[in-house]
């Protein structure tokens, strides 16, 4: 627990941002299960599609909603800016770990972990700017370079 600003310990910050991942991620597998398996929809024209719109957006918003009240509950400072970047971050590290040869659950368990990891170090104050901005810097290659080749 933290007395002042920019006094929690950066380990307890990143295991704590590294479980509150673990929801969104949890999420996003519910809807993948919901989807392939056909369970919410017909796999006939473009209606999984219609649904696949509105489901994800609604569960990374739900993720988001999940992991601030993670990080709030743990006492983690400014919980919600971790929050907000962590899906930013995990959709990064996605375009970056999309080929790995792990099942589909595993991967989106690993994304939304790693994402929340990776938000928790960019905005721990106890961590030096250019190590934070660097972290940031490496994110926004890895979201934009696969695009570009």
Same mark, same amino acid.
């Given at each position: 627990m933290s007395t002042a600003e920019g006094t929690e310990a950066?380990?307890?910050? +990143?295991?704590?941002? @590294? &479980?509150?991942? =673990? /929801?969104? %991620? !949890?999420?996003?597998l519910l809807v993948?299960?919901?989807?392939?398996?056909?369970?919410?929809?017909?796999?006939?024209?473009?209606?999984?599609?219609?649904?696949?719109? +509105?489901?994800?957006? @609604? &569960?990374?918003? =739900? /993720?988001? %909603? !999940?992991?601030?009240?993670v990080l709030y509950r743990a006492r983690v400072e400014q919980g919600w800016r971790i929050a907000l970047i962590g899906p930013v971050a995990a959709w990064a590290i996605a375009r970056v770990l999309s080929g790995m040869p792990l099942p589909q659950s595993a991967l989106l368990l690993l994304y939304g972990m790693l994402?929340?990891?990776?938000?928790?170090?960019?905005?721990?104050?106890?961590?030096?700017?250019p190590w934070r901005a660097g972290v940031g810097l490496l994110l926004l290659a890895a979201a934009v370079l696969p695009g570009l080749g």
């Open positions: 950066i380990g307890r910050r +990143l295991l704590v941002s @590294l &479980a509150a991942g =673990l /929801g969104p %991620g !949890l999420l996003l993948d299960v919901l989807l392939t398996r056909q369970l919410i929809c017909t796999n006939q024209g473009f209606n999984c599609l219609g649904v696949a719109l +509105l489901a994800i957006p @609604l &569960a990374v918003a =739900l /993720g988001v %909603g !999940l992991a601030w009240l994402g929340y990891l990776a938000a928790g170090f960019v905005t721990a104050p106890r961590v030096a700017w």
